[in-house]
């Protein structure tokens, strides 16, 4: 005699089986056997090709750590905070000034990201600072032509600091990751300095 059917609900009935996340790298001395590998097959054969022997036990030391950190219970709770509450724009203060100190908005997940990201050390590997850019090369035109300048991304006022000539005029809606807020922004008066010869910035750049 079949069983009677019962309807699903929240709390009975069928409930898809959760899946299982490998890590994406797994550096091959720290494998417990030949069978484990990495989530991955794409990224092991381009760090095995492409990275030299000298680096690649560091490399791949550290890509095997970070494979696993970002599988915690508490890093995938800070993503998905950062996705689902995405970054904001405040421009104005409490009392209708240009907010010039920090006008971007971020939850407490991206926060926490950005802070993992730096003690992991994935920036510091590219850069010397942390996952913010404290300068950037720019082209503006010039009598002579369009020249290329470094421009500080804020500037000394006071006892802090405020964006240096730099309004964030809008938030872009992306269709992709929501939480990596990227910004369109107005140049009012930067203070900056110019790189090699005027006039000759797209080759400077």
Known sequence: ???????????????????TIQPQYTYPQFAANKEET??????????NQYLPPVGKEVTGK????????????????????AETVPPSLQPLTTFGELNK???????????ALK??????????TAYDKSISTHKTMLLAQTPKGLSAFCVPM???????????????????????????????????????WLVGEEGKGIKEI
């Open 1 to 19: 005699m079949a069983s009677t059917l019962v309807a699903s609900s929240s709390t009975s009935g069928f409930f898809q089986q959760l899946p």
């Open 38 to 47: 990495s989530d991955d097959a794409v990224l092991t054969r381009l760090v």
């Open 62 to 81: 550290v890509m095997h750590e970070i494979s696993r950190t970002v599988l915690e219970p508490a890093i995938l709770k800070h993503a998905v905070e």
């Open 101 to 111: 100190n920090d006008p971007l908005v971020l939850c407490q997940g991206w926060k």
């Open 115 to 124: 802070a993992v990201g730096i003690q992991t050390g994935v920036v510091s």
């Open 154 to 192: 804020r500037r000394e006022a006071g006892t802090g600091s405020e964006l240096n000539g730099i309004r964030i005029q809008r938030l872009k809606n992306k269709m992709g990751t929501k939480g990596l807020p990227t910004a369109e922004l107005e140049l009012q008066g930067p203070r900056g």
